[in-house]
């Protein structure tokens, strides 16, 4: 039985509408004869007419395999019209009657085989050999029966009548006989429809049906001989052609569903219990026509008794087919169920059966190598006793869920399973992680469960390893911003602090005893900070000898601080790794987070500024001297963001062309002579001053903009050397000063040796002058790059000897050629004892060394004087010139060089010149100024400035005159 879905579409309300309208006045005799034949002959036609326009349309609209069987379906409703339409023209327009064999005979015969070819259209075709059979049998046993009940009320006597003309008695059955086989195609077959809309498809059956209905009916001799156009009859057949003019835009929903299964599984049970039932309906029905003609005294047509005898031999040979199909789909069965069976047994997953009430009705033999349990022990046991029970109330949220889903109609989106992860005891006690996935079966649930506590386990290492160092196991810096955020997000925290500590000297201890010492350092490190510090506090490792705090609660700032010092001093005591003491320091910072920390608080970027806070601290504290604690202030902020500033503006300076280039010279202390010149930058301010940098120079120490700044130094400098080559201007070397960290920079090798190579000046016209060796730890780089250096051709020197310029050890390992006198020792040379002697010294230590010592800073004669005696060959300082522009540069490398003061006499003299007075009050004669000490500088005006035709617009010098 088909069961068609209501509609409650405003089209399909009006077709019910129209049939019950004709139906009504078929029943009433539709008020006269001539429009009872109008409507039953072209009411009919039109309705007809209606069906196969939309059939037709319908099939070139979808496509694919269905549209032959719509076309045929069209095709056939032409021909219903094409028939109603010639009765109506005969019985309306002629108004004559219809004659025997006309052009509507032949159009109603073939309504019938165009139906029937567009049904085995949409029939499901068997697969197997036995199917076809099973439906050649299927068919003729529903044909077979229908025709045996029909010619025995009917068709027999219609046959009797027409026997002398086998013409008649051919067209005269052919009509019956194509109804009775297109009802048993409708009856015994299953259909599908392919395009997705099973309701079109059903409609049109039942269109078809009803038609085929009527048509028996007609065909009745007694119903016939009393039939005229209009009557109820056609009301039948009218209905019949308004579904099947309606059946192709017919949409409905799946059926509801009663069976939990998914997929339409009910539906298919009925479709096939249907059709396996209706062979035997069918030979019943024949049964029951040869009863009734034998009971009732009728005489047994040798037609009927051969179509009786074909039906029981169809119903014989279709019972023997389906008995050896049933044997095959027997064993089929058997094998799939062996099969599926060591599937299960063999399977390393627990396959479990567990009922509504959780009851386990099966346990398949994988829980003794997975559970280490006996399966016929857990049969008949509860499902939720072997749950871990901080797991039940998940498992049974899971398990109501699927069960709920059975109380709604079956979706295709619906989920076919669900994935429960839980805990399981085993029979050792231990608890398993176990992941199952549950289905629906019958009234409970098949769970397919597997171990996966290995996969939790290195879950739960790789989470730990994502947020712990390594080394120390502390939690990292993701995990510490993490835990600062929480603690600012949360009001009940308190007060929040962060500690930033930096480990001072680790390094040295680094690269001395080797990196594995040094781990191990890192270690006892991270052990005596969790000991410094609260229960509740977070301790984490930022990576090198960075390591970071997190103190939270009802703390003061001045206990932090407390906790900090605590901190300090653990870290700050002896170290005792392979049985030798290491020391080292720590610098800490620390930043408080805002006060009235809430959840609507910006956690995120207040943690982050908290962190950069603390960091600027511990870097302060590192700059002041190491080895103490110092406390954010919003000053440092602001200094950074200056400096930043200041970094930013001078690379812009360097990028811009805002430095200009001036040269310091150095004068032969013999001769007077310029022997070589130093490079020294000056900024141009907006109004055209040439100004010191000595900011932009301190800001110049650190980053990238120091680099910048140093390669513009050295490509400047040499770029001007080359050319005073080229001018033909006596070759004189040129120096140009740079740090440590400036040298050792990457890529400055490069640039240096770039530079000389496009500007064509020879390798030893330049000097790299080491501004500072820094510590100790350094001269190792240091000397390599000025070894390498030294292999270009390039001379080297060191500045700030005698005073700051790095200890004796890093001087035993750099290379050089020559050293620079401090400005420190200089400037007291001619009024100091003690600084002559340390002066003397040095420059005696320069000559042992075999390399040319200049002295810096010789701003006065009389300094100039005291180096002459102490026996130094070159100096630099106002004393002779201030630092010259390239105009002024090349007129005094075209003089015959500086005049230079006389020596102060012999040693004996200047050490009495130099000794105590006790009339001046402790100084001595020189350093009274007494006459006869004191000469002018040389070649220096009152007022010096760089400016006028040589030097640009009257910029003066941030160098005041001596």
């Known amino acids: 039985m088909v069961r068609l879905t209501a509609t409650a579409s405003l089209p399909g309300s009006l077709l019910v509408l129209l049939c019950l309208g004709y139906t009504g006045g078929a029943a009433l005799g539709w008020g006269s004869r001539e429009v009872a034949l109008f409507m039953g002959d072209f009411g009919l036609a039109g309705a007809a007419l209606a069906a196969a326009l939309s059939c037709l349309v319908h099939g070139f609209a979808v496509g694919g395999p269905v549209r032959g069987a719509w076309l045929l379906f069209g095709l056939s409703s032409a021909m219903v019209a094409l028939g109603n339409g010639t009765w109506g023209w005969y019985e309306v327009v002629l108004r004559a009657p219809v004659p025997q064999d006309s052009v509507a005979d032949f159009a109603f015969l073939l309504f019938a085989p165009l139906a029937i070819t567009g049904l085995a259209v949409l029939a499901q075709r068997p697969r197997k050999v036995a199917g076809w059979l099973c439906l050649v049998l299927d068919g003729w046993l529903v044909a077979g029966s229908l025709f045996t009940l029909s010619w025995s009320l009917a068709l027999g006597r219609v046959a009797a009548g027409e026997g002398s003309d086998p013409v008649k008695l051919a067209l005269g059955l052919a009509y019956p006989v194509l109804d009775i086989l297109l009802v048993s195609l409708v009856v015994g077959l299953r259909f599908r429809s392919r395009d997705g809309n099973r309701a079109a498809v059903h409609t049109a059956m039942v269109g078809l049906a009803v038609t085929v209905v009527c048509d028996a009916l007609f065909t009745s001799p007694e119903f016939r001989s009393g039939y005229h156009s209009g009557e109820l009859l056609d009301a039948g057949w009218f209905a019949g052609s308004v579904l099947l003019a309606w059946a192709p835009w017919s949409h409905g929903r799946s059926p509801s569903l009663d069976h939990p299964s998914a997929g339409g599984l009910p539906r298919r049970r009925v479709a096939s219990t249907f059709s396996a039932l209706t062979p035997y309906v069918a030979a019943a029905v024949c049964t029951a026509g040869i009863l009734y003609n034998a009971l009732g005294g009728h005489f047994l047509d040798r037609v009927v008794l051969a179509a009786a005898a074909t039906v029981g031999l169809a119903l014989i040979v279709r019972q023997g087919v389906m008995l050896l199909d049933n044997l095959s789909l027997a064993q089929e069965l058997a094998h799939k169920e062996a099969h599926f069976r060591s599937l299960v047994q063999g399977s390393s997953d627990v396959i479990m059966i567990a009922g509504a009430t959780g009851v386990l009705s099966y346990v398949s033999p994988a829980a003794l190598g997975v559970y280490s349990r006996d399966p016929e022990e857990l049969v008949g046991g509860n499902l939720l006793n072997l749950v871990h029970p901080e797991d039940v109330d998940r498992v049974l949220a899971e398990v109501r869920r699927i069960v709920a889903r059975r109380r709604v109609p079956a979706r295709r989106d619906a989920e076919p399973s669900a994935r429960v992860e839980c805990r399981i005891r085993s029979g050792g006690g231990e608890w398993l992680h176990v992941e199952s996935t549950v289905n629906r079966y019958r009234d409970g649930l098949i769970l397919n469960s597997r171990d996966v506590s290995e996969r939790v386990r290195l879950q739960a290492q790789l989470q730990h390893n994502a947020f712990h160092d390594p080394l120390t196991d502390l939690p990292n810096r993701a995990l510490f911003a993490q835990r600062v955020r929480d603690a600012l997000a949360d009001p009940a925290d308190g007060q929040v602090a962060v500690l930033f500590l930096d480990l001072d000297g680790f390094k040295a201890v680094n690269d001395s005893v080797g990196h594995q010492v040094g781990d191990e350092l890192l270690v006892q490190a991270a052990r005596r900070l969790r000991g410094a510090v609260r229960a509740g506090d977070t301790v984490a490792r930022f990576g090198g000898d960075e390591f970071a705090a997190l103190v939270s609660g009802r703390l003061g700032r001045t206990q932090v601080q407390e906790l900090a010092e605590r901190v300090r001093c653990a870290l700050s005591e002896p170290y005792w790794i392979g049985g030798a003491e290491l020391g080292v320091a720590a610098s800490i910072g620390i930043a408080f987070g805002p006060r009235g920390s809430a959840p609507d608080l910006d956690a995120a970027a207040a943690g982050d500024e908290l962190m950069r806070n603390a960091d600027l601290a511990m870097y302060r ?179 700030g000897f005698g005073a700051g310029g790095g200890s004796l050890g890093a001087l035993a390992r750099l290379p050089f050629d020559s050293l620079k006198l401090d400005r420190s020792l200089v400037q007291d040379l001619a009024d100091s004892a003690l600084t002559r002697a340390l002066a003397g010294h040095a420059l005696r230590l320069g000559r042992d060394l075999g390399v040319v010592t200049v002295a810096e800073g010789a701003d006065h004669p009389r300094q100039v004087a005291a180096l002459q005696e102490l026996g130094c060959r070159r100096a630099q300082g106002l004393a002779f010139a201030q630092p010259l522009d390239e105009t002024r540069l090349r007129r005094a490398l075209l003089r015959r060089g500086y005049p230079l003061p006389r020596p102060l006499g012999p040693l004996a003299t200047r050490r009495q010149h130099l000794a105590p007075d006790p009339r001046s009050g402790g100084r001595s004669e020189a350093a009274a100024g007494r006459p006869g000490h004191h000469h002018a500088p040389l070649d220096l005006p009152q007022r010096h400035t760089v400016g006028g035709p040589a030097g640009g617009p009257h910029g003066e010098t941030s160098v005041p005159p001596a």
């Open 621 to 799: 504290a590192k700059s002041e001297g190491k080895g103490r604690v110092v406390l954010y202030s919003p000053a440092m902020r602001a200094e950074l963001d200056r400096r930043t500033e200041l970094e930013e503006r001078l690379r812009s300076a360097v990028r811009e062309g805002g430095f200009t280039l001036l040269h310091q010279p150095v004068v032969d202390l013999a001769t007077g002579q310029v022997v070589a010149v130093e490079a020294q930058a000056r900024w141009r301010s907006a109004q055209g001053l040439l100004l010191t940098p000595a900011e932009f120079l301190r800001t110049a120490e650190q980053g990238d903009a120091a680099t910048r700044f140093a390669r513009w130094m050295v490509l400047e400098a040499v770029a001007a050397a080359a050319r005073r080559g080229a001018g033909g201007l006596p070759p004189v070397p040129v120096t140009v000063r740079l740090a440590a960290a400036r040298l050792c920079a990457p890529g400055m090798y490069e640039t240096v040796a770039a530079a000389l190579r496009d500007s064509g000046l020879p390798a030893g016209q330049l000097t790299v002058e080491l501004a500072r060796t820094g510590p100790d730890h350094t001269a190792d780089e240091l000397g390599r790059r000025m070894a390498a250096l030294r292999r270009l051709g390039v001379s080297t020197a060191v500045a």
